[in-house]
């Protein structure tokens, strides 16, 4: 291929591509499979590489990210980034109306009509009735930041910081995907573009759940996750976190319409993200049957909202209007009030999570709260307790806010009767009195007995069995308790000197369950090594980080015997978990807990063919199993994809590239398949695939 056509495919194909990205991202609505999509952005990547000369900054190619942003630039905003005022009540919204208005010269009072040169004046926003035309948005709930759009590329993306200067996060920014790098249709020459960026509560919930089985912190809500996220100097581990932006603002000298909601349907084609449910509406009444609609939908979203933006439409109305300090007088927020009730504090009760984390919980009073029943709410850690002066008998006020259980906000002291006492924080674990600690900086107390607190041996338990650790489907998480409880385990490797004749008398337990369980053991000592390693439940070490260890290491006595400088060679293990590693092997028990699992038969290094046969053949590939086969188990067929490097998945979507399929493969899934125009391979063909 010659410079020049290299130059003409790189850049066809980066149109394409972003093209694709927006109908994903800002659309929601793909026109080719994952698959495909993949296979463009190989084949621009390869071109990159080896015509490195026409590679843009702006490429798609860069929106995986890599690049590590060691400090964060101070810029100064060319507009400074104001805050808007916030309201209320309906009061609030009529005086914001009135003074609009009042403001533009216009008659006071509802819906009457205007002398002739009002309506002259404002025709373009201004209807007959003498309305204002307002654009009501969701006020989306994450962190502003500003992106500057020069001949069509994004060249600078800046946090808000204090409104007059903010951070440079423009790498962070790319990996976004609905942030356009490029471009398309009949945008102006320079202009800059406002928004929120966001984390979706699915993608939110999912990445706690990882969190939370690996024993890591979890994030308190989707916007301190979004901030946190634009924050990392890595981009790589930005671009894993699948943040998301709306625009709403945007701001040039040579904007194509006169009126804010135009200019926004026109950023919409030049290839931004903009909220479907932005409204335009002509009069106050209007906005506030806009604000009660979203009072009520607003849990539906998969996005957090916290209340509703009004804004001016016109922009000649919105610069007669001006700014005051700090905010427009053309736009007011409404926030959402966050249900609040008051009720009785019965009693505090300490959980002990499967990490040893302990959760002080509120016993309350049952009362009614957003369409339920609230009897217990969180009481945070030791420190709030003891800031709000939390005591058993408190009338206390109860808030159900983004996060799903309800939380104490505050005492009403108005009602505390006499002699009640201050609340003393537990000393000792509840479950099995083992005196509490608290590591710095971290807010909640936890119990160390990690390996005989039963909440804490049951949670291990639990994980060690889970689908991704042993998969041992036939031990469910009551046997475990059931088993615990009568004594016949006290770690996980106990559970491989199970016999039959133990589990028949449990409750429940027929002698077909026990066979189960006792043959589900077994087949466990089958499983490879990687996931071996992520079952013992090493804190901080989820099952990608586990992968990566298992291929460098190949067994576990090298990990054991790992130095500190060993460890942080391998990919994905920073300074905490190479601690973690290293406190996990250095306790006692759990070295014999890992001697006794070795004798079991465990698996604690890779097996030859993993150590032989391993390669690259299905890197970014995503293989849905289904159906039945004749040549190797459905098992084995999801290992060698693995060992490929490929991913498994349990059901067909956009990102799958191919259906692996065997007989009797499920009607449902085929016509999924076929609608997303997955491609369906047979077994041999899968073999071709990694073979040779
Ligand atoms: S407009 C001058 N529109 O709310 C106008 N802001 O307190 C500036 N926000 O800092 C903002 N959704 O982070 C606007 N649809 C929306 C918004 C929105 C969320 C945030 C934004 C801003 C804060 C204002």
Known sequence: MTPQEAQLKIQELSKELEQHNYNYYALDNPTISDFEFDKKLEELIFLEKQFPEFLSPNSPSQRVGGQITKEFKSVKHQYAMLSLNNSYNEEDLLDFDRRVREGLGMASGLREPQPPSAIDLFSASTSLSGQIEYVCELKFDGLSISLIYEEGKLVQAITRGDGVQGDDVTTNAKTIKSIPLQLKGNFPKKFEIRG??????????????????????????PRNAASGTMKMQDSAQVAKRKLDCFLYHVLGEDLPHPTHFENMQSAKLWGFKISEQAKLCSGINEVLDFIHH???????????????????????????????AKSPRWAIAYKFKAEQVSTELQSISYQVGRTGAITPVANLKPIPLGGTTVKRASLHNADIIEKLDVRVGDYVFVEKGGEIIPKIIGVDLTKRKSGTEPTHYITHCPECNTLLQRNEGE???FCPNENECPPQVIGKMEHFVSRKAMNIDSLGGETIVQLFNAGLVKTIADLYDLKKEQLLPLERMAEKSANNLIEGLEASKQVPFERVLYAIGIRHVGETTAKKIAKKVKSLDVLINASREELLEIDEVGEIIAISI???????????????????????????????????????????ISGVFAKHSRDQYKDMIELHGGKNSGSISKKTSFVLAGDNMGPEKLKKAQSLGVKLITEDEFLEMVSG
């Open 196 to 221: 929120e960026v966001f984390m979706s509560r699915p993608v939110f919930d999912a990445i706690n759940k990882e969190r939370e089985e690996i024993g890591d912190a979890l994030m308190a809500n």
């Open 294 to 324: 979203w009072d009520k939908e607003r849990f539906k979203l998969p996005f957090d909202i916290d209340g509703i933006v009004i804004k001016v439409n016109n922009y000649k109305q919105q610069k007669n209007l001006g700014f005051t």
């Open 443 to 445: 807010a909640n107390h």
């Open 582 to 624: 290293a406190d996990f092997f250095s306790n006692e028990k759990n070295r014999e807990i890992i001697l006794k699992l070795k004798q079991a038969g465990l698996q604690f290094e890779l097996s030859e063919e993993q150590q032989q046969g391993g390669s690259d053949k299905l890197k970014d590939l995503t293989f849905v």
